[in-house]
């Protein structure tokens, strides 16, 4: 009878996941809709880039998932269970001896699961900041630390510009010896290079 168990476990679940995934998508285009329209003004008036809007959508995105689960997962048992309910096909399980409370463990399992999803979305994501609502507040803090950002990388290509360009008109003697036939004793290595140029006056790093 366990081929015959795991049999029915699959096909419940085959009817459960269909709506469940179905609802699960729909109510988070739902509400992903009802947060660009909340933060419209906000977008348009910051004139926000689309990589930017992606990135609060996707930060966004496990505030809304810990909503959608659950009714996704309460929409696909009600679908689910009403059509087996429907075309009598509980009455005929019932009626080979299969309890009530075995047909539910497929259900009870699929809701652990998703309630063990729920949960690490609710207690590491959200609390550890892997995650934010897009809220004023927090559109105010990134757009800061993101002009910060960008000042410091604009100021470190500056440097490095003027620092380009300050090499570029740059010309250095290094003197070595050599014999008759004009071949160096040795060689000029990158030591060399470093100390002419600290010489005239620009610091180098030596490596």
Known sequence: MKPLFARLDRYV???????????????????????????AEMIIRRGLPAPIVGQLVLYSLPNIVV????????????????????????VALRST??????????????????TLVNGLLMIYLLPQGKATAATAENVAAFEARRAELEKAAADKKASAEARAAQ???????????????GKLFGSIGTHDIADALTASGVEVAKS
Do not use: C, K, W
């Open 67 to 90: 909503l959608t689960i659950p009714m996704a997962l309460l929409l696909g048992v009600l679908v689910g269970v009403g059509r087996l309910a429907s075309d009598s096909e509980l």
């Open 97 to 114: 001896g299969i309890s009530v409370y075995r047909l539910l463990r497929p259900v009870i399992l699929l809701s652990a699961v998703l």
């Open 167 to 181: 090499l570029a008109e740059l010309e250095v003697t290094i003197t070595a010896s050599a014999g008759d036939e």
């Open 13 to 39: 679940l085959r009817e459960i996941l269909g709506p469940l995934g179905l609802g699960f998508l729909v109510y988070t285009f739902i509400l992903l809709l009802q947060f660009l329209f909340t933060s």
